[in-house]
């Protein structure tokens, strides 16, 4: 069918930058939005932004103006830059695409990344 493969991550000082990004493959015809979350351990998955294919685009107000999600709607992969991380920005991220049509299989279907753990730390 589908599958979202990230890749970027890794270990950063406090005040450093990452990118992540999370390419989606299979037999797409349509995606409407992707995304990224976030998880630390024992704690629910959070929201952090996303992006649809429209160019609509939202942010969780703790990584305003320090995370930027971009879309290559072509190659269907969204990144995700984060700039001036802080240890509080530490947890495995996970992408999202939601609302896939595929050929054959029709749809919709949602689909996640397999994860990728960012560290902040000095």
């Known amino acids: 069918q589908a599958q979202l493969v990230q890749s970027g991550g890794g270990l950063v000082q406090p005040g450093g930058s990452l990118r992540l990004s999370c390419a989606a493959s299979?037999?797409?015809?349509?995606?409407?939005?992707m995304a990224w979350h976030r998880q630390t351990p024992g704690k629910r998955r959070e929201f952090i932004a996303d992006?649809?294919?429209?160019?609509?685009?939202n942010y969780t107000d703790s990584v305003k103006g320090r995370f930027t999600i971009s879309l290559d709607k072509a190659k269907h992969t969204v990144y995700l830059q984060m700039n001036n991380l802080k240890p509080a920005d530490t947890a495995v991220y996970y992408c999202?695409?939601?609302?896939?049509?595929?050929?054959?299989?029709?749809?919709?279907?949602?689909?996640w990344g397999q994860g990728t753990q960012v560290t902040v730390s000095s």
């Open positions: 999202n695409a939601e609302n896939v049509y595929l050929d054959d299989y029709g749809g919709p279907y949602n689909y």
């Open positions: 299979g037999k797409i015809i349509s995606i409407y939005n």
């Open positions: 992006i649809t294919y429209g160019g609509d685009i």
